[in-house]
Nanobody, 121 residues
């Protein structure tokens, strides 16, 4: 499975961005697709995940109400809509695939290359 994440950029606080992650192969209904982020000097952290089959979503507390994870099944693509961005959201964002829900990066076996999101005035 090859994942390609894109859509990052430089935005101001309060702005929005939508990240996309496309899979080169079909994403099975049993899969979990997740978004993680890693800021300089910090560990990679869970942001959001979605169960491919049911569409159930999960979020880390700091992004609830601001970020929305969604999917387009036929296109094997997962999105992360990020609204009301804050400077602390600055990080490299990665998409990843797992076979069961987890917030631990080590439980995700396939990773995209990462896309930089910078929130600064």
């Amino acid at each position: 499975v090859q994942l390609q994440a894109y859509g990052g950029g430089l935005v101001q606080p309060g702005d929005s961005l939508r990240l996309s992650c496309a899979s080169s192969t079909r994403i099975f209904s049993s899969s979990i697709m997740g978004w993680f982020r890693q800021a300089p000097g910090k560990e990679r952290e869970f942001v959001a995940a979605i169960r491919w089959g049911s569409g159930r979503t999960y979020y880390t507390e700091s992004v609830k109400g601001r970020f929305t994870i969604s999917k387009v099944g036929p296109e094997n693509t997962v999105y992360l809509q990020m609204n009301s961005l804050k400077p602390e959201d600055t990080a490299v964002y990665y998409c990843a695939r797992a076979t069961s829900y987890s917030t631990a990066p080590s439980d995700y076996g396939d990773w995209g290359q990462g896309t930089q999101v910078t929130v600064s005035s």
